[in-house]
Every structure is written in structure tokens, then in C-alpha cells.
């Protein structure tokens, strides 16, 4: 079993940063792709962004250049950079970790972007 905590949400003015973290524990070694998904308010899940194993990474076009993924794999952890934030990418902001046969998900954390 793996569990997901999400950290560093909170409220921040249109143009500034915040940096997210996903600590991961039990049987990390399962995972082959971590990521960030986000859900704004009345709107559909959406992917922001993940990283595999090999390091490559793929991010949603909406994200591409202000948003950075990264993992950290001798802490089990999984940061998601965001810079220059805009009120659209309010949302809860989920982690997600896939194994062979399994999709974990932390509880979220709320990113309020105010203008």
C-alpha cells in the first residue's frame, strides 16, 4: 500500500509562486509515474503535470513554462513549482502516484489565487 500527503497549499496573489509537496510512503518502490492533477470549482479533474521513473516529464499546455515537476527519490517526494500563478489555477491539488495494477491519491491541497 502507498499513502500520499499533500503540503504547501495556501492563498497568494496573481504573479506569485508556491511550491507543492507530495511526501510518499509504504511501498514507494511500486511507483512507475507520480503527478499533480488539480479540480477547480465546477470544472472537470484535470493533469498538470508528471513525472516517470526515467525522469521524463509531461506537462498540461495550460502549465507549460510556469510549472515545474520533480521528484526528490531518496526522500519520496514530489514537488510541484508553480510560478507566475493566475486566478484559473485555483483549484484542490491532488497527487497521484501509479503502480502496476494501482492509482493512489492523496487527500489535496487548496491553492487560492487571488487577483
Known amino acids: 500500500q502507498v499513502q500520499l500527503v499533500e503540503s504547501g497549499g495556501g492563498l497568494v496573489l496573481s504573479g506569485g509562486s508556491l511550491r507543492l509537496s507530495c511526501a510518499a510512503s509504504?511501498?514507494?518502490?511500486?511507483?512507475?509515474?507520480m503527478g499533480w492533477y488539480r479540480r477547480a470549482p465546477g470544472k472537470q479533474r484535470e493533469r498538470v503535470a508528471i513525472?516517470?521513473?526515467?525522469?521524463?516529464?509531461n506537462y498540461a499546455d495550460s502549465v507549460k513554462g510556469r510549472f515545474t515537476i520533480s521528484r526528490d527519490n531518496a526522500k519520496n517526494t514530489v514537488y510541484l513549482q508553480m510560478n507566475n500563478l493566475k486566478p484559473e489555477d485555483t483549484a484542490v491539488y491532488y497527487c497521484n502516484g501509479v503502480a502496476t495494477g494501482a492509482v493512489h491519491w492523496g487527500q489535496g491541497t487548496q491553492v487560492t489565487v487571488s487577483s
Open positions: 509504504g511501498n514507494t518502490f511500486s511507483l512507475n509515474v
Open positions: 513525472i516517470v521513473n526515467d525522469g521524463r516529464t
